[in-house]
């Protein structure tokens, strides 16, 4: 049972619902764990490869390189979608929107693929 359910009401309404149990126990459980000096692990990065940006499914993926240096594009949208498969929480960005590749990036890394 919860120690402390007036700080695990999250709407104030004064009923716990089940989402707001569990989350309350969760946090006690946390906090109890770090009051007894253990570790805290931060399960998502383990579930994500131990918090390596290119995951897939919990394994780092091996990370393509460019000539300039860095992944490219497509290695850039490879990665993105193995990280929303593996349940990130991500999603991709609409064409045209802010930050997306333009058709331009598209032209420009289809000149430097490899045949």
Same mark, same amino acid.
């Given at each position: /049972?919860?120690?402390? =359910?007036?700080? #695990? &009401?999250?709407?104030? &309404?004064?009923?716990?619902?089940? +989402? ?6 969760? $946090? ?6 770090? &009051?007894?000096?253990? =570790? %805290?692990? &931060?399960?998502?990065?383990?579930? @994500?490869?131990?918090? $390596?940006? +290119?995951?897939?499914?919990?394994? *780092? %993926?091996?990370?393509? /390189? ?7 594009? +497509?290695?850039? $949208? #490879?990665?993105? !979608? #193995? ?8 999603? @991709? ?7 997306? =590749?333009?058709?331009?990036?598209? !032209?420009?890394? *289809?000149?430097? #693929?490899?045949?």
């Amino acid at each position: /049972m919860l120690k402390n =359910p007036k700080k #695990a &009401d999250l709407n104030k &309404d004064g009923k716990l619902s089940g +989402y707001e149990k569990k989350r309350g126990m969760a $946090i006690e459980k946390s906090m109890a764990a770090q &009051d007894r000096g253990k =570790p %805290m692990e &931060d399960k998502r990065s383990n579930f @994500m490869g131990g918090g $390596i940006a +290119y995951a897939g499914g919990g394994r *780092a %993926m091996k990370r393509e /390189m460019r000539a300039g240096g860095g992944p490219g594009l +497509y290695a850039n $949208i #490879a990665a993105k !979608r #193995a990280r929303i498969k593996a349940g990130s929480g991500e999603k @991709m960005r609409k064409a045209g929107s802010k930050g997306a =590749p333009t058709s331009a990036n598209f !032209r420009r890394a *289809a000149q430097t #693929a490899k045949s």
